[in-house]
């Protein structure tokens, strides 16, 4: 038998490690906690306003400008662009040293666009190829040489850093399909980025789906493919789409591949405005990322530029987070409820 | 039971649109087929324009490598290379002289006291700096020369190619107008090689000053301050001594002396200094940018890891059901936090507060604080490790809680209390499974763009690894940081564009292999947990 | 410690209610023709050299101890083996109605629609009761509702179903009992009208008045349908079997008039299985 003090001695030992591991683990979400908070109280600034309708609907829907800095008649006057040259025919023969601070003013409702069109399009793309593909590793194919190294592609692919999904489709799309940068350059590197993620979330769901129901459709004379889709695919399809709106996060909150696929720093026309239909999908269009990227490298971090740097990060990870939060409340739920 | 046999008409046997059906059944089958090569086909794209975009760089920077030897700029970047190593010692001068006025300023002595004290030290300081005075100019003018000489060779070969394109088309009459510049080679070394005379001369004349000077020198009042003294005459006497090695180098040089293709190659891969838009000379070397990365995926795992993998345990083994189901949500939700917005508040908030803390009080007994740059290895480290924790954490609760019940019942039947089970039992049966965890936390953190190219600090140098620790808080690039900083404002098709995708390949090939290593380790833990 | 496990006794006398006038299969040409089959899982084979003749409109039980093949070689005649991988017939071959159900050229949803099957397990789909039952209908493309109205009805009505479901036939299929689930999937398999039921233990999630009303069923059935069932009820078998088929670590030990299986049998070991001494 052990002696008690060592056992007493063993017992503080363990309460003392627990805690550290208790510690190091609030440590973490204690961090989390904190980025949020100051991006939520110091954005929430610019995004809210303490009269009705209390939210900053101009920030929201109106495209960025630059912000004049100058003092006039012992005031100091932040002007926007548009503002600034009123101010000007109101104040003939007056010389002003306006110090102009890009992007600082007005809002970011054309990257708040640009984010929306970028994601729509490449999850779409990413689930038809990735439901696509998944429907066939799942049902269709047989273990061979050939989906082994289809099954190694998706592993080694799900690695593969953004940046150099940004590299491969400048190589490719922008330049060798001469696409130039473009919305749809976007869509495609987009999605074949977020594709390995579709695809094994899609292939779990299906492979929940028990044989059974398969055995039973075929059993009755359904052929293959009436089988998956009457008596597979409407089943598994909750459990995709919900495991796939991580993917919408992840699509919505990458940089490196569209800094030179599809973003624009700015961009004066609004995506819909365009000569004609084709146009649409070869513009470059302002993304929210990057213009969060823009606006914390490129300009100064001082009193006027706070406002779009918060606001932006703010508006950004609000949505993301929205997403995320959806997905991850949407499978908590389903995994409780899922029984065959 | 009646009647059944008539309705057995009720399905009318497939006939005619049997081969029909099976058609269209394959068709489908087909259709799923090729959008599950999709990722066979995206994979071996990317390899494919990585090298087809990058590949061309090796010939172009051949060029550019010879092109730098034809025109002597070789040759007088040996010269500039003995005037840099004066400036360093008279940078190493003035490090001695900052020290002394610390020393002096914790005794409290006043201000006219200590510059009084010095004076001797400044004058001598002075007077080695005006001794390379002649060296200078010597670079100087060769600098001109020889930059003078690579634009006219550069110039030339535009031509030539342009030339050999038209013939190419087969406008040769068009080929025929364009004339080439003659260029007289030789006499534009000539006058470069005169260069070496005159450096003999300038360097003669500079260590009879200098051995002169060091015979007196005057000391220094601080023990401490004398010894570096001591220590940068022997350098200085070892400078010396090394001048008529750069004389022999720079009269047996050659502007044709040929170099080989290889060289191409470990110009890049071991290439310390990478310089572009440079109106001397361009170099690609990607050491600075790898070791950029590798340290600040360092730091990123030394804070990760611990915190990663404590709550990993803390949460399968130690929380409660309620923790539980706070934390791991809440953990992977942090995973979503896109990267730029991290990166922003690194900018914002985090290297502020790093920089703060290395002048706070608090800190004064570390040697390398306060540090000047907010923005570094640290800086971003820290980030990236809040984007290393969920991957880390995710995978290894994973492997932790699929060790089999069993094991942890065995171990508890022989009187083991919690902390013993966990660390000989639990921990060693899913250690290839939190390996392959880290791994792929590693993967995660070495391919991450935005929060480096906000917080790393963007300083194109390897680190100083003498300042020990305080190594971290330098600035650096990386090699993710830099095809972002940069891709958007090369010319297509430029050695430096091509330098760019050979980056990108590197980094390819980096994460293949971390993503090979961690499916190597999923898949013993697959096996050692049956 | 050691466990021996025994067959439980069979209490009651098997009764065998079959004319002595059933077809002897060595002699009819059966409606289903297995020659010399061998089968194998990957490289475990399970079954070795299986020889018979089933006899239309009949019904075929298959007995034999747990793992003996039983399950594997009812799901060769309508070739759902197909679906897991590395499995296959590796010799011999299996003819319905005089074709060969391995030819390449063979449809094989064809094949499964007129051989239809109700599982060891029920597996009903998780749709309402009606829907289940005209899932065949609606896959065969048949889209008048007067039509699978009236199939529904009378499936569900020769599967002894109707009465307990009528009221609730848009409810899903997984609010049933675990016998009334079966029954389902057997009313789902007669809704296509197939000519051949394969049933795996059709009733072992059955009561014994569901049992009853299966077996009942099963007798009827055969009017019009070639039956082949699967069962560990010796009583069962013998009930509503006209020949039975004795099974042993993959090979086919008796094959002959359940009469004389049950009465009289030829080999020791049948003997053995049915009298429960077995071991
Ligand atoms: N999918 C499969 N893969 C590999 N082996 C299998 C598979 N299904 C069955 N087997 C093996 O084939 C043999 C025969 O199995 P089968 O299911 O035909 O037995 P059975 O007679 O139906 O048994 P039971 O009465 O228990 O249902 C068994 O040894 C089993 O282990
Ligand atoms: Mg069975």
Redesign the interface.
Known sequence: MTHPTHRTYQRSVERLVFWLFRLATYLVLAAATYIFLDIGIKGGRTVFTSTPPFINVPFLTEPPQTLYVFDFEGKKMTLGDREFRQWKTAHPGVEVEATSIAYSAGGIWPCIVGTALLVIGSMVLALGIGISSAIYLSEYSRNGPLIRLVRIAILNLAGVPSIVFGLFGFGLFVIFFGWNVSLIAGWFTLGLMVLPAIITASEESLRAVPQGLREGSLALGASKWQTIRKNVLPYALPGILTSSILGIARVAGETAPIMFTAAYAMKDEMPWQVAKFTDFFFQGVMALPYHIYVVSSKIPQNEYTERVQYGGAFVFLFLVMLIALTSIVLRERSRSRLSW | ?EG??D??I??P??TKS?RT??A??QG??A???G??????I??A??TI??F??GFGFFGQNLANLRLYRQAGLEYVDIIRATAAQHEALSRKLSEIRLRQVRVMEKRNAPLDEINAALASFDQFASAFSDTAENLHGLVSDLTEQASGLKERLFARAELLAQRSQLEQNGEHDAAAKIVLPEIDRKSAFDSLHQGAATFESVSAEMTAKLYNLLATAPPLPDPGGQKAFEQWKTQTREYLAGLPAASEKLRSWSPDTAIPWYRSISSFLFGREWVTASFWQDWYGIVPLLVGSVMVSLVALLIAV???V??A???SE??SRHEKRL?K??????S??????????G???VGQAVRAASQSSFFKWVSFFPISERLNIFTAGCLLA?MA?PTI?TLAEDALRNVPRGFKEASYAMGA????TIARVIVPASLSGIVSAIL?GL?RV?????VV??CAGNRIAIPDFTQGLGTIFQPVHTM?GI??QE??EVV?GSTHYRA??MV?LV??TI??G???L??KFVARFRMSIG | MVTVLEMPEITSPITVNQPATAPIPEVERGIIEIESVDFAYGTNKVLHDISLNIPPRSVTAFIGPSGCGKTTLLRCLNRMNDLIDGAGITRGSIKIEGLDINAPHLDVVDLRRRVGMVFQKSNPFPKSIYDNVAYGLRIAGITKRTLIDEAVEKSLRSAALWDEVKDRLHVSGYGLSGGQQQRLCIARALAVEPEIVLMDEPCSALDPIATAKVEELIRQLKEQYTIVIVTHNMQQAGRCSDVTAFFYLGRLIEFDRTTKIFSNPAQRQTEEYITGRFG
């Open positions: 039971m059944l046999a309705s057995r009720l399905i046997a497939r049997r059906q099976a269209i059944e489908i089958k259709f799923f087929g959008n599950a090569l999709v990722a066979v995206v994979l794209l990317i324009f990585l087809r975009e611990p915190l990663g404590a709550s345990i803390y949460v130690v929380a934390i949500p809440y953990i992977e939700f942090i979503a936090i896109p990267s730029v917005v991290l990166g922003f508040f900018i914002a908030v809040l924790v954490f209390n919690r902390l013993q792929l993967g070495i391919g991450e763009t935005m190219l906000l993710t095809i972002a891709m958007g297509r760019l995708f990108g980094l390819f994460t293949l971390i993503n090979y961690a499916q």
